[in-house]
């Protein structure tokens, strides 16, 4: 098997090339052209698929999860079609998208309950099933890592102002990249009891935030400039909480549907 690792293959023409089976893995296809491709059975994750324009394709059995903004597909835009429709078959969605002090304070309440039924529908499955990937995805005690991560960076760091309010349980996503000064352990096995511990101080830490928000702070943007992510010289206060928000939103459903699987499985 031939492998093309740190390789500058800009311009390179393929033509009858057999690529079936290939791993792609922080490649940058910007420009590309393809032209007659079979893209059958084929797994893409965390892709960027800005400014991409497909023509004479066929989509069959085809699974899309993510952001769609400005996605038009013969002539429609579908993005706030798909927004639409999950919002009717969750009403309490709409409700993750506040726009004031009383508005976060309901969402936060909501995502507290519906994370207290998750965590105990966890509970009644084997602990070794709480560490099991589901179809590639995060284990459920790595998606609360996760979230953990996502409140540490958005509300610790960009609100609170701490550089760095990392536990080293905390997560970032799968293709973030090594930052020198966040020392966090990927590969940490620890127990949910472990990382509920960590959740409930970065809870109470949310909390605390919204708890005394007012309007204007919902109205002013924070910076953050030193070494470390976040980094913005300019970002709005809201959209940080926001950000909180759906991360606990979307990371739920998916645990929920793996929860699920994982009770078939185990009987």
Not at 4 to 25: C, I, K, N, P, Q
Not at 208 to 220: M, R
Not at 229 to 240: G, L, T, V, Y
Request: hydrophobic share 40%; charged share 30%.
């Amino acid at each position: 098997m031939e492998e093309f690792v740190e390789r500058d293959l800009t311009g390179a023409r393929f033509e009858r090339v057999l690529l079936r089976g290939s791993t792609f893995t922080r490649v940058d296809l910007n420009d590309t052209t393809l032209r007659e491709v079979d893209l059958s059975g084929a797994d893409i994750r965390a892709a960027l698929l800005h400014g991409v324009r497909m023509r004479g394709v066929e989509l069959r059995e085809v699974e899309i999860s993510g952001e769609l903004v400005d996605v038009v597909v013969n002539g429609v835009d579908i993005g706030p079609l798909v927004e639409q429709e999950l919002d009717r078959r969750t009403p309490e969605r709409a409700k993750m998208r506040p726009d004031d002090p009383a508005g976060f304070a309901e969402a936060w309440a909501i995502l507290g309950g519906l994370w207290d039924d998750t965590v105990a529908l966890a509970r009644t499955l084997p602990p070794a099933a709480l560490d099991e990937r589901v179809d590639g995805e995060w284990s459920f005690i790595q998606t609360l890592r996760h979230l953990n991560f996502a409140s540490a960076a958005w509300v610790g760091r960009m609100i609170l102002g701490d550089p760095s309010p990392w536990h080293r349980l905390d997560l970032p996503w799968e293709e973030a990249p090594e930052w020198e000064d966040i020392a966090l352990d990927r590969d940490a096995r620890p127990t949910l009891d472990e990382v509920l511990a960590v959740r409930h101080e970065r809870r109470a830490m949310v909390a605390g935030v919204i708890d005394s928000l007012t309007a204007e702070q919902l109205g002013s943007t924070v910076s953050r400039t030193e070494p470390g992510w976040p980094q913005f010289e300019s970002f709005p206060f809201a959209e940080c909480l926001r950000i909180v928000l759906v991360e606990e939103w979307e990371h739920r459903r998916y645990a929920e549907r793996d929860l699920d699987a994982l009770a078939s499985s185990t009987g």
